[in-house]
């Protein structure tokens, strides 16, 4: 990892303070049903980025026990003083295909695309409290991006991307498998209003060209804020 520049390192101290002190009216409400990780002591820090559209620095830090994020807004004159905050959604994004008959190494054997994460029908499932309990059906996944910060949209694109290099391989999955794109999102109650879910022509005409269904699961934390 590349160590922060001068100004980086600025942003990420001013981000820090308003994370602890809450200046803001904003991060108050944020903050008043939810809770930064801290690491070492201080406010953890998963992402920091400059926002060319707005010319402000976003510092993202993760929300205590929920796929959330607190992002602060610094101003990219002082690169300290915190401009506004809110909370933003986790996501995840991934192409999965499922079987009851096939082995997870013949689902491997169908397509170019190396599986992030997979196993096979009556392998023993990791970490579980039973250490005798076993997997009920195949899996093979793929999800390139990982990192919950990373917008829905963003992450959507770059795997139907990823999966048109072996359009073939998808289609012969999504014939012997259940195999479709499963969608995660995770937001805050806050307001009330909740982000709708927008799929462009061109995300649609790659879903039907790879034989493909599209998935959406949505939960929602906390409560209004008044």
């Not at 002190?21 to 049903?33: D, E």
């Not at 139907?160 to 014939?175: N, S």
Request: aromatic letters at 10%.
């Amino acid at each position: 990892m590349s160590t922060p520049s001068y100004k980086e390192q600025s942003v990420a101290k001013g981000a820090r303070i308003e994370a602890s002190k809450k200046f803001l009216s904003s991060t108050r409400k944020c903050l008043t049903q939810l809770e930064v990780i801290q690491e070492n002591q201080v406010p953890k820090i998963s992402h920091l980025t400059f926002d060319d559209d707005e010319q402000l620095f976003k510092v993202f830090f993760p929300i205590k026990d929920h796929h959330l994020y607190l992002v602060i807004c610094i101003d990219s004159v002082s690169c300290s003083r915190p401009k506004w905050s809110y909370i933003q959604q986790g996501n995840g994004v991934l192409f999965a295909a499922a079987s009851d008959t096939l082995t997870f190494e013949e689902l491997q054997a169908m397509t170019s695309i190396k599986a992030t994460e997979g196993w096979s029908k009556g392998q023993l499932k990791k970490n579980s409290s039973n250490q005798n309990e076993v997997h009920r059906y195949s899996s093979f996944t793929f999800e390139p991006i990982r990192e919950g910060f990373v917008y829905m949209t963003e992450k959507l694109t770059t795997l139907l991307d990823m999966l048109e290099a072996d359009i073939e391989g998808v289609r012969r999955l999504a014939e012997v498998a259940n195999a479709g794109i499963q969608v995660y999102t995770y937001d805050f109650a806050e307001y009330g209003n909740l982000p709708g879910v927008h799929l462009s022509k061109e995300v649609i005409r790659k879903l039907g060209n790879m034989h493909l269904d599209i998935d959406f699961e949505m939960y929602v934390n906390g409560n209004l804020l008044k």
